[in-house]
């Protein structure tokens, strides 16, 4: 394990547990030669081959067959005979994009860099990671490119990211700057995404990949609902459990673009990294430009194989801080509750009621600040309603906390709204671009967090509220995406830098915050998934998985979500019926059960329930509670998808297989329909389980190989869950 190097062929082999990724230096660029499956000892079995090929020019006239239009590259570049799309492109101040890097040099070193300003998976130890840097130098303008590599020991898994150095004495200006390039020799793949829309997130798509280019991306300034920042390559005979799968997922929240490019001999380009469009950057002499982490899994496992690495990968080693391995409390949100409509007798009301159901944080969210009545006002004026928090938070929280529970409070701490006593302050203080209108979105701005003072500012009314109270939890909102893109503290020749330089403003202010209070656990939310990222994660270690609560619509969002994501990051609450995004009417059964696979809360006024709903509450707090760890905190596999027909199942298994849980949804209800069986996954096969609600055992072999019956479901919206005990 680890990375080697050959002098004598120029190549880096990188093995992590079960993975190889290979890199050989050909005639001073940096080629692709495989990722997949480790392989002991490489021999160049299939070493780079090259012929005429017509209309694939020659950078070197001493090597007349050689192109990099036909080399499968690691960080190419477009305009010395590479036509595909380029990883990254450099304007100089004469105004061309032409540039010529080659490999200088190289490092190979124990552990893993922090990113500067930027989140990253991390080490806790040197022995835990290998990073290797490849330094590229373009010596007409004496700038360099590092692009490094880590492969951890633990976790199968590689990163990589790419720093620009401007060592020269002449600006340069990145066009373009990727996190990551493979190019697969080899173009038999389905491609995978994430595509969505606000309330509908992380839907799974899979098609087969065909000649051309095929892109994903966010303009939106978010990592956004619409697209995840993740991608990946199948072969099209894998399934969960079986079968190849390249995965690519960006560790950044804004602006992002993913794609891959079949060209005409099947050879397939990935790249990935913050969206060239509408940026570019400015290098100083003596300047550099880190970009964001790509993470790479390669599982031959199928997705469930991917999916198992990213959830450890990003639990352990991209969360952080108190709660990155602590259970998650049972939360009730007042939101979906009385929306703006509360004051704090009807809050004390919802809070107490919960407390009797075994509830264990109450979340006041929006419209507890300024004079926030409707989503019309007061982003930015974080001070309390006295209105309709005559004694204050303190008071509030003091009281909650007193009976016994856990309070948090909702912020949107990047907004501004027009009618604020902020803006009014600061009309220049927003995102916007002198002489133009400036487009609100939910009637609101975005406080231009590419300023020092906007962010300082931010940072102290949120931070004067948090000290002010026994706040233990924050939901973070954030409810528009960015248009009239422009900071008026940039010079013109950086205006294209704002909307990255905002995400920078966001980790900052997030880092900042978090650090400051330690003991809080934070949950994002973008009006619900919109900002579902790993580089959200390393600041906050849950988000909240979706502003819809129908708990039929919640099996697709959650099970698409997982592909990447842990069960530990993911929100889910039970809310009332009709429910308020789809008006469908589902038992308080089944929207327990889909919540309960997650971060479980509730979202409605339990004060108004009857006493059986209150009892129902009563009995799935509490049956949670004894399986919280194996849910938050065990494997996670999927067994039957919501996306090709009207069955889900999933199971999450304890770390020693002594434990597990297991979920099964019927959606539609069919006539005279055909009898079900669900094949588990994940536990120990010499191992005999009891299903406690069957109150009957099985063998782990039997359970997994042969399946166990699932009862007749009548009905529409039916679902069990069964929890399994290990006998020995
Ligand atoms: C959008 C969030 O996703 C909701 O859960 C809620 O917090 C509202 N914002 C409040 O305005």
């Not at 495989?34 to 950078?59: A, C, E, M």
């Not at 070193?109 to 990671?129: F, I, M, Q, R």
């Not at 880092?511 to 400051?516: E, G, H, L, P, Y």
């Not at 929207?591 to 059986?612: C, I, K, P, W």
């Amino acid at each position: 394990m680890g990375i080697t190097y050959d002098g004598q062929t120029k190549t880096f082999h990188l093995q992590s547990e079960r993975t190889s990724y290979i890199i050989q230096v050909y005639n001073g660029y940096l080629a692709h030669l495989y990722w997949g499956k480790k392989i002991d000892s490489y021999n160049h079995g299939t070493k780079l081959r090259f012929k005429d090929r017509s209309f694939s020019p020659n950078p070197d006239l001493t090597e007349p067959l050689f192109s990099l239009d036909t080399m499968p590259q690691e960080y190419p570049a477009f305009g010395n005979t590479d036509f595909h799309i380029p990883a990254y492109q450099i304007q100089l101040e004469n105004g061309t994009t032409v540039t010529n890097f080659q490999y200088k040099s190289h490092r190979i070193v124990k552990g893993k860099d922090e990113l500067d300003g930027l989140p990253a998976t991390y080490v806790e130890s040197d022995s835990e990671a290998q990073t290797l840097e490849l330094t590229l130098i373009d010596e007409v303008i004496d700038a360099e490119i590092i692009v490094s590599y880590t492969v951890f020991t633990t976790f199968d898994v590689m990163t990589r990211s790419v720093r620009f150095v401007n060592n020269g004495s002449k600006k340069l200006k990145l066009l373009k700057a990727a996190s990551v390039n493979v190019d697969f020799r080899e173009s038999d793949f389905e491609l995978i995404t994430l595509p969505g829309a606000w309330s509908r997130e992380r839907y799974m798509e899979r098609e087969k990949l065909r000649s051309g280019i095929q892109m994903i991306e966010s303009r939106r300034g978010a990592s956004s609902h619409q697209f995840n920042p993740f991608l990946a390559l199948v072969r099209p005979e894998t399934t969960e459990e079986f079968g190849e799968v390249f995965g690519f997922n960006l560790v950044y929240s804004g602006n992002f673009q993913a794609s891959v490019e079949v060209d005409q001999f099947q050879y397939s380009r990935v790249t990935m990294g913050i969206n060239p469009f509408d940026f570019s950057w400015v290098l100083d002499p003596g300047q550099t430009f880190q970009t964001p982490e790509a993470v790479m899994v390669y599982s031959d496992q199928g997705l469930g194989g991917m999916s198992k690495t990213f959830h450890h990968l990003y639990r352990d080693r991209l969360c952080r801080g108190k709660y990155r391995n602590q259970l998650r409390p049972i939360l009730i949100n007042n939101w979906e509750a009385t929306y703006f409509d509360f004051n704090e007798e009807k809050i004390v009301d919802i809070a107490n009621a919960s407390k009797q159901l075994g509830i264990e944080l109450f979340v006041l969210d929006d419209g507890w600040f300024g004079k926030r009545n409707s989503d019309k006002g007061s982003l930015g004026d974080w001070f309390v309603d006295r209105d309709k928090l005559p004694n204050g938070i303190e008071h509030l929280a003091n009281q909650i906390v007193g009976n016994d529970m856990q309070f948090g409070l909702w912020f949107e701490p990047e907004m501004i709204s027009v009618d604020s006593d902020l803006y009014r302050a600061h009309p220049d203080w927003c995102i916007h671009v002198p002489d133009r209108s400036r487009s609100e979105g939910r009637n609101q701005l975005i406080l231009d967090l590419t300023r020092k003072e906007v962010c300082d500012e931010v940072i102290k009314r949120v931070s004067d509220i948090l000290a002010s109270a026994p706040i233990s939890y924050v939901k973070w909102d954030m409810n528009r995406h960015m248009t009239e893109v422009g900071s008026i503290s940039l010079p013109a020749e950086r205006q294209r830098e704002t909307a990255h330089r905002y995400i920078l403003g966001v980790y900052y202010v997030m880092d900042q915050i978090t650090n400051a209070f330690p003991d809080v656990l934070f949950e994002s939310c973008s009006g619900g998934g919109g900002r579902f990222d790993p580089g959200i994660l390393y600041y906050m270690p849950q988000t909240w998985t979706s502003d819809n609560t129908d708990a039929i619509s919640r099996l697709k969002i959650q099970y698409g979500t997982s592909l990447i994501y842990p069960i530990s990051a993911m929100g889910s609450h039970v809310s009332a019926v009709p429910n308020h995004q789809v008006n469908r009417m589902t038992s308080l059964d089944i929207r327990g059960h889909v919540a309960m696979s997650g971060n479980f809360g509730y979202e409605l006024d339990v004060s108004t329930l009857s006493e059986e709903e209150k009892m129902e509450i009563k009995e799935q707090v509490n049956w949670y509670k004894g399986v919280r760890p194996i849910i938050q905190f065990g494997d996670f596999y999927r067994l039957k998808s919501p996306f090709v027909q009207s069955h889900t199942s999933w199971m999450f298994v304890s770390d020693d297989q002594t434990e597990a849980v297991l979920a099964y949804f019927s959606t539609l209800a069919e006539a005279n329909a055909p009898f079900t069986k669900v094949k588990l996954r994940g536990l120990d096969p010499n191992n005999v389980y009891k299903i406690v609600e069957l109150d009957q055992e099985f063998t782990g072999q039997e359970l997994m190989y042969a399946g166990v019956n699932i009862p007749e479901l009548h009905g529409d919206f039916q679902s069990i869950m069964w929890t399994l005990q290990a006998k020995y």
